[in-house]
């Protein structure tokens, strides 16, 4: 089996050791980047995963194997390394080992974090951030996998977030940290959803979500979601249709709609419906009721039963006819 498939496997419980090794000569390693996104470090004998700093200058990698290479991912025993590189000096600054190394990040300055997956397979992991000396700068350990972190440019500031899990504290959480303070400023459950990426602004001190299709938004240093507004209405002009109406069918269950003008939700479930809503039979009945719900809102009862029949016809099972009917008995249809 290649070192490929042995890759993100289960994990995870939190890991016994940590060990890093400054070196006293700094090692001299020439790296070689490969076309399959590793790295190979000859002195080192091993091929590893790697991501640099934004500068280019540091590189961190990792390999989630043994010592021997012959055992990866989801395994019992057998800690993987981590490297911190420069590249311009072209020398290995710092090597050490963990349990399940992944998804490290680098910073500028060289500080780097590192997710720690763990043995076995319950659900836990830990989050670390290490200075280019060595010194342990954060340790959170947790009782859920960890699914995506990062680091700020500088860094000032770190962010994991964690799948669901059991564990109420700790399943389901964007965390942020001030690593210069050596602390955690917050842990909250993200508004925003799941995180395709980060963009964590030291000088304001935010901590930006990158929403595939829909946008950056951003957090406050205590974990305040300060782009609600902005994130509603970007779901509600995103591409996706599916996006569209699911944040219409969230809205229109709120007091209030939670600020949004029932026109620009009408607006958008019409857009829904030509950019692919109305190709399938489900999402199509869906649209129409959510209209005739916007319509209701609006005042305009004849509207909204046109809507609400239109999505009985689609879909007779859609849960609107005693609406449709109750609208047809009172405006007398």
Same mark, same amino acid.
Not at 50 to 58: A, I, N
Not at 67 to 78: A, C, I, L, V, W
Not at 236 to 262: C, M, Q, W, Y
């Given at each position: ?61 990792? =390999? ?147 929403? =595939? ?121």
């Amino acid at each position: 089996m290649s070192f490929l498939d042995f890759l993100f496997g289960k994990a995870k419980k939190p890991p016994l050791n940590f060990s890093s090794d400054r070196h006293s000569q700094i090692e001299s390693a020439e790296m070689a980047e490969e076309d399959d996104g590793f790295f190979e470090i000859p002195r080192l004998g091993m091929f590893v995963e790697y991501e640099r700093s934004p500068s280019k200058e540091w590189v961190i990698c990792w =390999r989630d194997a043994n010592e021997e290479g012959t055992r990866g991912g989801h395994r019992d025993s057998g800690r993987g390394i981590y490297v911190l590189y420069n590249s311009t000096r072209k020398q290995v600054v710092l090597k050490g080992k963990v349990e399940r190394p992944n998804s490290g990040h680098v910073a500028d300055n060289g500080t780097f974090s590192i997710e720690d997956w763990g043995f076995g397979s319950d659900l836990s992991g830990v989050f670390y951030v290490v200075s280019p000396s060595g010194e342990q700068l954060i340790k959170k350990v947790l009782r859920a996998n960890i699914f995506n972190s990062a680091i700020s440019r500088n860094g000032k500031y770190a962010v994991c977030q964690t799948a669901n899990s059991p564990s109420e504290e700790d399943g389901g959480k964007m965390i942020g940290f001030d690593i210069e303070a050596r602390k955690q400023l917050f842990s909250v459950e993200p508004e925003a959803g799941w995180a395709d990426g980060y963009d964590l602004v030291e000088e304001s001190v935010q901590f930006c979500v990158k929403v =595939r299709d829909v946008g950056i938004f951003c957090y406050d240093a205590a974990g305040v979601f300060r782009d609600g507004q902005k994130f509603t209405i970007a779901k509600l002009n995103s591409n996706r249709f599916d996006l569209i109406l699911i944040t219409a069918e969230a809205l229109l269950k709120e007091p209030g709609l939670h600020g949004v003008d029932p026109l620009v939700i009408l607006s958008a479930l019409a857009r829904a419906r030509t950019i692919g809503a109305d190709k399938d039979q489900h999402w199509k009945a869906l649209a129409l009721k959510l209209q005739g719900a916007c319509h209701e809102t609006l005042g305009n009862e004849s509207d909204a039963l046109v809507a609400y029949d239109e999505a009985l016809v689609v879909n007779p099972k859609i849960g609107v006819k005693r609406k449709a009917d109750a609208i047809r008995k009172k405006i007398g249809k």
